[in-house]
């Protein structure tokens, strides 16, 4: 059963075996004995111990671990021995040296730190140049380059630098921070260079750039191989680092300037907000509902970028356990949110209702009907069902509006012997009866003066109302043997429902149509000679666009562009850039 006893070294509290502590305190002793005349003597051994503490708490699994003496051992073979080093000020002079290293001399690998005794700003610029092997002021000019060209979007990266990497306070992390091995030999060094201003005799020696060369002179063949092959993989892991931090904080910036753009957009009245208020079902805020989804996509995309930052920076701060639990809340509240918005937005449109109003007009079989759309200039200046779905207007006495421009027109015959007028209007929400609410609040107008008929073309509702897919149809039943006349403004909202046409819909507008056995019969379209029954079988038709005669080979079309002939083997074309013959051997 062996004795332990609690230690602060650094500040930081250890449990150590009573054996290991006896090795330590006289390795620290005859450390301190070894700097009795040496200028900085305490700094040099506060360094030291600070340095010996975070050996010692990398090696320790939880508070209660006792630090053994196999763990001072290591320490010490790390340190080195106070004998091995010359720690007389002889070690700074311009004269010959020998190497005075432990035989156990570690190499350190650089970690990125901030370098605020070499700062203008926050020591980021300086850190990556200790870190990547560059100069400082090339480091500056690459930050402010990338600011420019990225409008900004740097400047947002080097404050997350500043905040997430850790300044290099003491002088292990000093030398870590430059690659030198953190021992007696090199802390006493750093410290000595602050009291003497001797920097560039220290920056002469590179014993990190010597000892590589001694080391590499050692070097197998393999170990050379598995070197190179460890250096690709970390530039291929760094280059992932860098572009998951461009992805992340690209991403981060293009969202707070969404929510700010369209957060804010309905308490600064940004144009283009109404549409958003009219398609929000869940009448949830514009605001909240931009805050839920800059946590729900932004908070994924931070931790890639801290994931980034991670793989480019080994000893980068964590965010701690609280703000990682608290981002994760954020994310989960935020989507679920999101998804209670979603479902409330659809069961918006899950049921849809018909308002129908039913009007017969003096109009008989033996009578012409005169049809138009009516368009109304101060709410739009385009015409047409399909040139504007719906927008936000205001009327005469400035009350707000939805304008829409689904109004369909449709033909039907009738037995009836007065044709008749049937407007439906047709809207959607959460339940039928709501739903049928918003249908009997669509305001649709026509007007029947003799016979002629004109049609709104469009409808408009109060913008309360909201966008819920308002349309209205118009259906014209017309008696056996009546004619109309369908303006050529009627094209966009005509749909036939009648199953056989003398021809396409848009050639009936502008022609006195017939209603003759349940088909629209044109009497003033221009004859057709046709002595086949449809375009795919052999024969010669004639109408206004030319002469076309085909057989089961070959086909020969005459008319305004030119002539063009065509059979399986060889093809004729003649027109005003002259004659073109092709074959299949072509």
Known sequence: MNKTVNINLAGIFFHIDEDAYLKLQRYLEAIKRSFT???????????????????????VKNDKQVIRIQEVDEVISIMGQPEDYLVDDEIFEDEPQKAYQSHRQS???KKLFRDTDNSYIGGVSSGLGHYLGVDAIWM???????ALGTGGTFIFIYILFWILVPEAR??????TMTGEPVNISNIEKKIKDGFDNVSEAVKSIDLPKHSSKIKSSSKTFFDTLGDLIMFIFKIFAKFIGIMLILIGASTLIGLIIAFFSVGVADVIEIPGIDFLEATNAANV??????????????IPFFFLFYLGLKILVNNLKSIGSIAKFSLFGLWLMALIGLIVIGVKQASEYAEDAIVQRTETMNITAKDTLYVSMVHNNTFSKQFGRNSSQWRPIYDENDRKLLYLTDVELILKPTKDTVASIRIDKNSRGNTYQNAKIRAEKINYNYKIVGNRLELDGYLTTAFKNKFRDQEVEITLYLPEGTVLFADQNTHSFHRNRYS??????????????QMVNEEMKCLDCPEEFDLNIDNDTPGIRINENGISIKNDTDTL??????????????????DSNGINITTDNE
């Open 37 to 59: 005349d040496s200028q900085g003597r305490s700094e040099i051994v506060a360094d030291i111990e600070a340095r010996i503490a975070e050996l010692f708490n990398e090696r």
């Open 107 to 109: 190499t350190t690998s």
């Open 140 to 146: 500056r000019l690459l930050w402010i380059l990338l």
């Open 170 to 175: 003491t002088t292990a992390e000093k030398l």
């Open 285 to 298: 805020p514009i605001w909240l509902m931009s805050l839920m989804l800059l946590f729900a996509i932004g």
């Open 500 to 513: 056989h046409s003398t021809s396409s819909d848009s050639k009936l507008k502008g022609h006195y149509l």
């Open 557 to 574: 079309e005459i008319n305004q562009d030119g002539i063009k002939s065509s059979s399986n083997r060889v093809k004729v074309n003649i």
